[in-house]
């Protein structure tokens, strides 16, 4: 055999960190409304998969469920109101390409630095090791309020302020969600 | 298994690909042949409704070759694409459809852990995943550049999307009465006879059974919700342009992901791998006994959870066959009006029922304290604390 040992977690993650890249990039380039829908949903659900490699089912099942699924509406709304003619395009114009150069491009040098100023990358760790923690859904719940059950026993108290739950973060995802709706709902009244 | 078969397959790299073939294999050849057994039962069950005897020549009796001389017809038909069609995505559709039907099987335990990958959020992941087959749907109808296929992609899209969400909130009741998002602990939940089964927990769940049913049905686009395909009107809908292979492929997906709710449902309400009565634990069929009594345990549990499954089916066919189609505004009254409210009742009703059943505020609350706080009081104990001890540890079972 050529190779004593592959690493496959190491293999998934750089085939489905290309797919990602790529496909963000075809995102870019495309012109039909449709293909960009489908180039972002198999970019997405790349970095759902990259996700899952990690262990990290719930987040995971979150990205498959809220930004897939959310392309899902912006394709049915982007074929309903901008398809006039079969297999409608939107050409990217010049200012838009220059103006989404800068703030992409900013947005991704201070990604590299970030990633570049981190002093060692932790290696792979077994994915079994997610399997094995026992599955509860109470301490899930019980975080989204803000109460971190599986974190009570923590000694270091300096350690346990940085485990707060994710009280915040849900309330902000339901007013934004709110903000939606009564956005939704106005535009729907307005049409009478 | 990885490790099983790093035995006999020298590096372990071989060993690891060769145990996610395997699963691989097993999960296609279930989808595959359950798509045959229920394109032959599909016309047998529609025959007798209509007082028919469906097919009954090919391979002789019952005509149980139907399905193989089908798929040779389907395969043998000329592949045809609209002209204005956009290419990619036609092609590339009913993939997408069977690649997400056949995604949620790895999450769906056929067993006492006879599961591809035990998750601890199981359920989730099935939701998540089966939401992606309308993706294929609305793909397809819509790069058939044809009146009929879009006006079915969007009645397909807006019927999934508001369909979602009171199947999730079905879902979480006997989630949250089991406390666990594992569809493993959830099986284990109400294992004995059968009245530890979740339907039959309190009458909350019941209900929410027959809302859950409603939107299963809907979900996976089927009669009296199969208006994306309705063919007194719109020809046949998403599938006006599909001939052949790529329209077999989309049937596929849609008997795979029909067999998945009804998988889904025996195990969220109709006790999952364990059958009416406890025979396995009489006979001593579990993995405290042996490993080949373990094995025979979870074939017991196996052959339990397909023959649930395969009624599930079955029952959806008869409501195929009995019920009219609706409309599409009667599809989303039944949605928004009837299925949400009932929902969200069954939701609120099933979560003070386990809150007095647990004794109110003065009850067994341990579920809510620490994992760690349980490994610690089993270690004291000396037990050996797997995920399900400490399932039953954390005061679930009365």
Known sequence: ?192 | MAEFLADYLSPPWVAELAAAGVHCALLLALVLTAAAAFTWAERKVSGRIQDRLGPTRVGGRFGWLQSPADGLKLLAKEDLMPKDADAMLFRLAPYLSFCASFAVFVALPLGDNWVSLRMSTGVFFFLAVAGLEVFGVILGGYASSSKWSLFGAMREAAQVVSYEVPLAMCVVVPVMVAGTMDLVAIGEHQSGWFGNWLIFHDPFTLLTFFVYLTCAVASVNRAPFDLAEAESELVAGFLTEYSGFRWSIFFMAEYASMLAVSILASILFFGGDNGPIPVAGWLGLTHRTGPLAGYLGNLLGMVNILTKGTLGVIFMMWLRWTLPRLRIDQVLTTCLKYCIPLAAAMFVGAMLWTFVERGGFSGDWSIFRSESDLREEASAENMDLSPSVAHERGGLSP
């Open chain 1, 1 to 192: 055999m050529m190779l004593d040992a592959i690493n496959w977690h190491s293999c998934f993650f750089l085939l489905f960190a290309a797919i990602a890249c790529s496909f963000a990039v075809a995102v870019v380039v495309s012109s039909n409304v449709v293909r960009m829908a489908f180039y972002l949903i198999v970019s997405l659900a790349s970095v759902a998969a990259l996700f899952f490699l990690a262990g990290a089912e719930f987040v995971g099942a979150m990205q498959l469920m809220i930004y897939v699924g959310g392309t899902l509406v912006l394709l049915a709304f982007g074929v309903m109101l901008t398809a006039r003619g079969p297999l409608v395009s939107i050409p990217t114009g010049g200012g838009q390409w220059i103006l989404a150069t800068i703030v992409g491009g900013s947005l991704l040098v201070v990604l590299v630095q970030t990633a570049l100023s981190v002093g060692d990358w932790r290696g792979p760790t077994t994915p079994q090791a997610a399997a094995e923690q026992p599955a509860n859904a109470p301490p899930l719940g019980l975080a989204m309020l803000g109460v971190r059950a599986d974190q009570l026993d923590e000694s270091n108290p300096r350690r346990r302020e940085g485990m707060s739950g994710y009280l915040l973060p849900f309330e902000i995802v339901s007013v934004h969600l709110l903000v939606v709706l009564v956005g939704a709902a106005y535009l729907a009244r307005a049409k009478r």
